[in-house]
């Protein structure tokens, strides 16, 4: 009995007994080549080394590998399987694109089983080169003048300015502040006295009494 492959589309949503979708966006499960026959949640018959299928097509993505295509075996794999299950419907693969080899890991950092999202996040870049020669960067600049500002706190000037605001500022409120206390304590007063002299006139009427009398009471004589 011949065997026929073809491969499962992406899911937007899945859920198995450990992970869903629902709740995370890390839930993977292998992608491969399956039977026709085969059911949606069936295992693949022949797996891929390094992809997965994540919820979305970018989860998928991302959290791949690149594994297959450092293996001269899975990379065959991959070509001889370009039309399956589609034969006559999509060009056959050129001369060229049967001659891919598979990629070199030697002199690279990244090792074969780190996810796309990890090479991604380094820019895809290899090594970071950084060369600084301000010599040059001045030569080349050029400039006839340079002028920089040093902003100093707590000097004599800026406490004199502070003392002489301050001052301006405290003048100007009791300026304010003061005529009407002044005034209103004046007013208290002169009631308060007035209220002293209601509260004892049988005291000043007595002692003006007394005066009138000893004034009458003398007598001047002739002075000889």
């Known amino acids: 009995m011949d065997e026929t492959w073809t491969n499962v589309g992406p899911f937007t949503i899945f859920y198995t007994n450990s992970c869903s979708c629902a709740v995370s966006n890390q839930c993977t499960r292998p992608v491969g080549f399956y039977f026709q026959t085969d059911n949606i949640r069936s295992k693949p018959k022949i797996t891929v080394p390094g992809l997965v299928l994540g919820c979305y097509a970018i989860d998928s993505l991302l959290l791949s590998t690149l594994e ?16 399956f299950d589609i034969v006559g419907l999509v060009r056959p693969l050129n001369s060229r694109a049967i001659q891919i080899q598979p990629l070199r890991n030697e002199n690279s950092r990244f090792y074969s089983n780190t996810t796309i999202n990890e090479i991604f996040s380094q820019l895809f870049v290899e090594d970071w080169i950084n060369s600084s020669n301000f010599t040059s960067y001045y030569t080349r600049c050029a400039p006839s003048k340079c002028t920089y500002t040093i902003r100093k706190r707590f000097n004599i000037s800026y406490m004199l300015a502070i003392m002489l605001g301050f001052y301006g500022g405290l003048s100007t ?7 009407p206390l002044v005034k209103s304590y004046l007013q208290q007063w002169s009631k308060r006295k007035k209220k002293i002299r209601l509260d004892n006139p049988t005291n000043l009427t007595i002692g003006k009494i007394i005066i009138i009398v000893l004034f009458r009471s003398v007598q001047i004589g002739p002075i000889h």
Do not use: S
């Open 68 to 83: 297959c295509f450092y293996e001269q075996e899975c990379v065959k794999l991959l070509i001889a399987n370009y039309d």
């Open 173 to 179: 409120i009791l300026e304010i502040i003061l005529p």
